[in-house]
C-alpha cells in the first residue's frame, strides 16, 4: 500500500498566525483514495529547510503533497526547492506565462513582473491549472510522487481533486471508490457504538467517520479490481449502514442539511417562513443560498428584541413578561406567528442565549428553544449547546433543520 507525507509551508503557519487547514483536509482525502498518511511536516519559507523536509518526507512515503509558497512574492520559494530536492532547474513553461497574461487581460488588470515567477516550474515536471495565478506541480523521483499545491484552501481543495485520478492509477491496480454518508442527531461515539465492527479497521469496504460543525459524515472506502465493483461494494455497505442508522441519515456526497430540507419542500410543493432571534438571519441565509430557493422559501423575520417580537409576530407581551423572551411559550408563538403571516406551510422559529453574556442560573448561556409550525400542530426542542456563539447559532441552525426534514419525512 502506498502512503504519503504532508507538507506546510509558511512562516505564518508556525507563527500561528494562520491555522494549517489543509493538512486535514489533505489527510482524510489521501486516505479516501487508499493512500494513508504517516507523517506531516511544518516549516518556514526558507529554501534549504523546504529540502530538508522534503527529504524527510520522501523516505517515510511515496507521495509527498506540499502545499504553500507557490505565489509571486519574494517569501514563495516552494518552486526552487522542489527544484534543488530534484536536482535540476527551473524553466519557463510559455503555456503557463500566455496563461497568466490572459488572467490579468480578462481583468482589464496589468500583470505585475513579479507574476512571471509563476509560469516557472522545475524541469521534467508537470503543472496542474489553478483558477488562481498560482499553478500547481506535479513530478516524479526515484518512484515517488511530488505534488505542490497553493496555501490558499479552497484552491487547494480544487487543485487536488484534478490530481486524484493520477494517484489513484500511482496506488496500485486496485480501484478505489469512496462513497459518503451524512448524518445529524446524534454524536460520534453513539454512532460508532452503534455501527459496531462496521468501523473496525482493516475492513473492505473500511469506513471512517468525520465531524465537522456537528455534522457526521461516513466515508465508505471501498477498493476491488475495477472501479464498477468498488462501487458496487460502496452501495453494498452504504445499504447496510442506513438499515442501522435509520433517520440519523439525512443524505450522501456533499449534501448539506439545507439542501436536504430544500429538496423535501420542492418534491412536496411545500414553503417555509423563518423567524429567528438569536440565530440572527443564520437558518434564513443556509435555506437561501440554495439555487431555486424562491420556490419555497417565503419570508424570514429577524426578529432578536422583544418589540420585534411583539410588532412584527404578534407574539403577546405579557407571553415574553411572563415566561421570557427565551422559552419554549414565545417560540411557539413566533412560530405562529411567522407561519399565519406568511401563509406558509411550515414556519421555524429560533429563541435562544447565543452568549457569551445574557444568561442566568435558571436560563444559562446555550440554552435554545426551536419550533416548528405547521397545520395540525407544532415540534418543539430544548436544546444546550455549551461551546461558544458561534457553535451555539450554528448548531442551532442545523437543529432547526433537521426538525423540519424529519417533519417532512
Known amino acids: 500500500m502506498k502512503q504519503a507525507s504532508i507538507v506546510t509551508i509558511g512562516n505564518e503557519i508556525l507563527a500561528g498566525l494562520t491555522v494549517d487547514t ?20 511544518t516549516v518556514g519559507d526558507e529554501i534549504d529547510a523546504i529540502v ?9 512515503a511515496d507521495v509527498i503533497v506540499v502545499t504553500g509558497g507557490l505565489g509571486p512574492t519574494d517569501d514563495d520559494i516552494t518552486r526552487q526547492a522542489f527544484a534543488k ?10 503555456e503557463i506565462f500566455q496563461r497568466l497574461i490572459d488572467f490579468f487581460k480578462s481583468r482589464n488588470i496589468p500583470m505585475p513582473e513579479k507574476n512571471k515567477v509563476q509560469a516557472y516550474i522545475p524541469s521534467g515536471a508537470e503543472y496542474i491549472p489553478n483558477v488562481g495565478t498560482a499553478p500547481g506541480i ?17 484552491e487547494a481543495d480544487k487543485m487536488f481533486k484534478f490530481v486524484i485520478p493520477e494517484l489513484k492509477e500511482f496506488a ?110 443564520l437558518l434564513s441565509k443556509m435555506l437561501t443560498d440554495i439555487s431555486g430557493s424562491s420556490n419555497y422559501f417565503n419570508y424570514g423575520w429577524i426578529t432578536y428584541s422583544n418589540k420585534a417580537k411583539i410588532t412584527q409576530l404578534d407574539v403577546p407581551a405579557d407571553l415574553i413578561e411572563q415566561y421570557g423572551a427565551v422559552s419554549e411559550q414565545v417560540a411557539k408563538e413566533m412560530a405562529q ?19 457569551p453574556t445574557g444568561g442566568s442560573e435558571q436560563k444559562p448561556v446555550g440554552l435554545v428553544y426551536i419550533c416548528v409550525d405547521y397545520d395540525g400542530g407544532c415540534d418543539v426542542k430544548q436544546c444546550f449547546f455549551t461551546f461558544g456563539r458561534e457553535f451555539t447559532r450554528l448548531r442551532a441552525a442545523h437543529t432547526a433543520l433537521n426538525m423540519l426534514r424529519q417533519r417532512l419525512g
Open 22 to 41: 489543509n493538512a486535514a483536509f489533505l489527510a482524510i482525502e489521501l486516505q479516501n483514495i487508499g493512500i494513508p498518511v504517516v507523517s506531516s511536516y
Open 52 to 60: 530538508q523536509k522534503l527529504n524527510l518526507a520522501s523516505s517515510d
Open 85 to 94: 530536492f530534484l536536482g535540476v532547474e527551473l524553466e519557463l513553461r510559455e
Open 138 to 154: 506535479i513530478a516524479r523521483n526515484e518512484g515517488k510522487m511530488l505534488i505542490a499545491l497553493p496555501g490558499v484552501p479552497w
Open 172 to 281: 496500485g491496480t486496485q480501484a478505489i471508490e469512496v462513497c459518503r454518508l451524512k448524518c445529524f442527531g446524534l454524536g460520534e461515539s453513539v454512532i460508532a457504538e452503534m455501527l459496531g465492527d462496521k468501523m473496525l479497521r482493516g475492513r473492505n469496504p473500511l469506513v471512517n467517520c468525520t465531524v465537522h460543525d456537528g455534522i457526521i459524515t461516513l466515508h465508505i472506502v471501498a477498493s476491488a479490481e475495477n472501479s464498477e465493483k468498488a462501487i458496487q461494494k460502496c452501495r453494498e455497505e452504504e445499504k447496510k449502514l442506513r438499515e442501522v442508522l435509520g433517520d440519523l441519515v439525512y443524505g450522501s456526497g456533499d449534501e448539506t442539511l439545507a439542501e436536504a430540507v430544500s429538496k423535501k419542500l420542492a418534491l412536496q410543493g411545500k414553503t417555509i417562513a423563518t423567524a429567528e432571534s438569536c440565530t440572527g438571519g
Open 337 to 355: 406567528g411567522a407561519r399565519k403571516k406568511s401563509g406558509a406551510d411550515f414556519a421555524i422559529a429560533i429563541t435562544g442565549i447565543a452568549g
